[in-house]
Structure formats: structure tokens, C-alpha cells
């Protein structure tokens, strides 16, 4: 085959359903701020990055298992993942919501108690809306596979809230101002951070780079104006 030797390829996991930091456009490209973020990481950097979906409650069993290299969709930095994988740097800082309907008199958390509460797989607000749950403060809590369906399930009142990222939750607000409605309440702050199989320093050390460089060099805020223009 033509031309030099092909760059390094990477392999990232990430799962499409979490608008704007990846979704599908109309011709089912993956496209979003991590994935513009991860291609101006690997053009700084000289690497390939080879995108791949996998579901989020996949996502670091398939790092650990080598089928990705590296898992860039959202995921927030937390204590139980650091046991199993390496995060780079923070890139973004997001937090948990509720999002509800205008109807249902929610008005935070401590008015979940008797609600069915929706979540997506594997996520933070899964691990929230279980603690609360235990506690006796969320009437039960239905597990959906990704964003879309727990806000459609949230709309059809198959449940009354539903417990997820900020940024997500208002970009799907935004696209059913009727119908949903993010409480101001920030349940639990975080950071996103890009996954790496534990122990792999030489990928770590190539992301933090690139993405400091990425950071000094303005791209880092051009992606950031794309993406959530004014909100940012
Ligand atoms: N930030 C959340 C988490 O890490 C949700 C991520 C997602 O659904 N893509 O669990």
C-alpha cells in the first residue's frame, strides 16, 4: 500500500448516544466534542485514532480485555474506576442532575421519594440513583442502555426524573422544552477524564501532552465554542 509507514492507530471505545460530546450525525459518523477533542490529541501527537462503539457498561471491560485502547465518551473520573483503569488529566467539568417533567412537582432530590427514577447503564447516576434508592429516598430505579431512552421513557411518564450528566441532560432538554426540565441542583460534581488500561504510562503520557498542548494552542477552546457555543 502507498505512502510511509501508516501513523500508530489507537482504538478508542466510545459509546454515541451522549450528545454533544459524541452522537451520530446523519450519516451515522460518530462526531461530538470528545471526538473532535481526541482528533486534534492525536494529530498533535501523531497517532491514528480508530473509533469504535461499544456500550458505555462495556467500555472499561473492553479496555482491560485489549479490544480498546482507550475509552474517551464522558466518563466521569471516579475512585471505584481508578481501582481498574488510568484517567488522564480532567477535560471537562460536569455533575449530575435531575431532569423531569414540568408536571410532576419535582422540584430536587428530596422530592424522589415514591418516584421511579430512570438511569443509563453503568453510569454515575446509576451509582447515585442505587444510593439513594438504599436509603429509602427514590421509589425504585429503572436502568435504561443509553440517554435517549431514559429521556423518552422520562416523556412517555414511565418515570418521573431522571438522574444524569448536566451537560447531556440540558442538550436534550433543549430539543424538548415542553416536555423536560433540568433542576438546577448539582447531586454530585465531577471530572471527565480519558480511560487507559491500568498500568499503560506510555498512552497516558502521550494523551496528557497532547492534551496540554491541545489546551495551549486555542483548539482546545474553538472545539469548546463549537460544540456549546454561548453555554461554554
Ligand atoms: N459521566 C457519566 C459516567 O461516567 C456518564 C457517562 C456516559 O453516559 N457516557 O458515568
Redesign the pocket.
Known amino acids: 500500500t502507498g505512502g510511509d509507514d501508516a501513523a500508530r492507530t489507537v482504538v478508542v471505545g466510545t ?1 454515541p448516544t ?1 450528545p454533544p ?2 452522537m451520530k450525525d446523519e450519516n451515522d459518523v460518530t462526531v461530538g466534542f470528545d471526538i473532535d477533542l481526541f482528533k486534534a490529541i492525536a494529530e498533535d501527537q501523531g497517532f491514528t485514532p480508530d473509533f469504535r462503539d461499544v456500550g ?1 457498561d462495556s467500555l472499561i471491560p473492553s479496555l482491560n480485555s485489549g479490544q480498546i485502547d482507550v475509552a474517551v ?4 473520573i ?1 475512585e471505584e474506576r481508578q481501582q481498574t483503569v488510568d484517567f488522564t488529566d480532567p477535560y471537562v467539568n ?1 455533575g449530575l442532575v435531575i431532569a423531569t417533567r414540568p408536571d410532576t412537582g419535582i422540584g430536587g432530590v428530596d422530592d424522589l421519594a415514591g418516584r421511579q427514577v430512570g438511569v ?1 447503564i ?5 451509582t447515585a440513583a442505587e444510593e439513594l434508592a438504599a436509603e429509602g429516598k427514590i421509589g425504585g430505579v429503572q436502568t435504561f442502555q ?2 435517549g431512552l431514559s429521556m423518552e421513557a422520562l416523556v412517555a411518564g414511565k418515570v418521573d426524573a431522571v438522574i ?2 448536566k451537560p ?1 441532560s440540558e442538550t436534550y432538554a433543549k430539543s424538548r422544552p415542553d416536555k423536560v426540565i433540568i433542576l438546577p441542583e448539582v447531586l454530585v460534581a ?1 471530572d ?1 477524564g480519558m480511560a487507559v488500561r491500568k498500568g499503560n504510562t506510555e498512552l497516558l503520557e502521550t494523551l496528557n501532552a497532547g492534551l496540554a498542548n491541545v489546551k495551549a494552542s486555542g483548539q482546545f477552546d474553538t472545539i469548546q465554542d463549537r460544540w456549546f457555543g454561548d453555554d461554554a
Open positions: 459509546e451522549f460530546f459524541e458505555f465518551s464522558g466518563m466521569s471516579t460536569a443509563n453503568g453510569t454515575t447516576g446509576a443509553d440517554v444524569n450528566d447531556v465531577d471527565y
